[in-house]
């Protein structure tokens, strides 16, 4: 069965850290393109990072120098270290793969990629 299972986040007071974390089974995160996406209630989704199949990472300036997302190829899982957290990124984040090119780059919602994650929520307050 191909899907990503997420786990980690929760709740922090501001200046906090926590990770998520995405599991893959059913298909090679190392040979896929993965995203991180947030969505705050009554917000639009935000891509918040990207990973590349070699590696390249990408983030939104919003988080640029506070987030850092990875891959463990050998456990086929992806992370979001989130640190220095802040009110505003409190939200649901939701990770998402595509096995298929992506042309001309990430779509604007993790429900626009292959496979996604069930979604876990980040708490920050102040």
């Known amino acids: 069965e191909v899907q990503l299972v997420q786990s980690g986040g929760g709740s922090t007071q501001a200046g906090g850290s926590l990770r998520v974390s995405c599991t893959a089974s059913?298909?090679?995160?190392?040979?896929?393109?993965m995203g991180w996406y947030r969505q705050a209630p009554g917000n639009e989704c935000d891509l918040v990072s990207t990973i590349s199949t070699d590696g390249n990472t990408d983030y939104a300036d919003s988080v640029k120098g506070r987030f850092t997302i990875s891959r463990d190829n050998a456990k086929n899982t992806g992370y979001l270290q989130m640190d220095n957290l802040k009110p505003e990124d409190t939200a649901v984040y939701y990770c998402?793969?595509?096995?298929?090119?992506?042309?001309?780059?990430?779509?604007?919602?993790?429900?626009?990629?292959?496979?996604w994650g069930e979604g876990t929520r980040v708490t920050i307050s102040l």
């Open positions: 059913g298909f090679s995160l190392r040979d896929s393109s």
């Open positions: 998402a793969a595509a096995v298929r090119p992506l042309g001309i780059g990430y779509p604007s919602c993790y429900y626009g990629m292959d496979y």
